[in-house]
């Protein structure tokens, strides 16, 4: 039933229908647990998770992030589940929901030493990919190098899609609409806070994926990886006793 009920979620989420993440949730535990009732015989209860809440159908009450006596896998499993919601109710209010990849080049093979961050829609168009608009030169201590790396933001940039050595992570219904309402208003690259990693991260904060600023693209996907796994075994987690 696990594998069934995973793959009726992983369907759902890739459906491109609207709430996507939260449907594929939905779906997900439903059929596990009530193909988990016919199999025990009616020993265990029927439920339908919503990502930070659920429903009992058999004992007919709520669950929720947050509520007196969750254990600490029931709130890990609520909290992957709001941040679905999250993401759904932004591309639900923006609109332009897609499934997209955020892509991590390699370090490898030409690339820049410190890899390069971008986004791309289903269709492969790049939405957030962002580069210095001239070299950055070396210098002698670290404030000059800061002060070398402050450029104009060149925002044709290569997405590395498809790339030896890129990583590319798929996230299933998000806003394209915030992403490019965002990318249209870069004007500066620097290597801190307005690198390819950093315009990608705060484009995904705008489409309603929060994640922790790294330094490293890799690091990035890191992170959207486990959000990722989260989503997906959060119908789960709250059944576990």
């Not at 609207?18 to 009530?34: E, K, R």
């Not at 489409?207 to 992170?223: C, D, E, K, R, V």
């Amino acid at each position: 039933m696990g594998g069934v009920s995973g793959f009726v979620g992983w369907a759902i989420a890739g459906s491109g229908i609207p709430m996507a993440n939260t449907a594929a949730i939905a779906g997900a535990s439903f059929t596990n647990s009530f193909g988990t009732y016919i199999y025990t015989g009616g020993q265990t209860p029927i439920t339908m998770s919503f990502g930070v809440a659920s429903y009992d159908f058999t004992n007919g009450t709520f669950g929720y992030l947050g509520k007196k006596g969750n254990s600490a896998l029931e709130n890990i499993g609520y909290g992957f589940g709001a941040l679905a919601n999250l993401s759904d109710v932004v591309s639900l209010l923006q609109g332009g929901g897609q499934n997209i990849k955020v892509n991590s080049a390699s370090t490898k093979d030409g690339h820049e030493w410190w890899g390069h961050s971008s986004i791309t829609d289903e269709n492969g168009n790049t939405l957030v990919s962002v580069g210095p608009d001239s070299p950055v030169q070396k210098a002698a201590s670290l404030s000059d190098t800061w002060q070398n790396s402050i450029k104009g933001a060149d925002v044709s940039w290569d997405t590395y899609l498809g790339a030896k050595g890129t990583w590319s992570l798929e996230l299933n219904n998000v806003s394209t609409t915030a992403i490019s309402k965002y990318a249209s208003g870069i004007t500066r690259w620097d290597l801190l806070l307005n690198s390819c990693v950093g315009h990608t991260t705060r484009a995904l904060w705008s489409a309603g994926i929060p994640t922790i600023y790294a330094l490293h693209p890799h690091m990035l996907n890191l992170q959207l990886l486990i959000r990722q796994l989260g989503i997906y075994s959060s119908p789960y987690l709250y059944q576990i006793p």
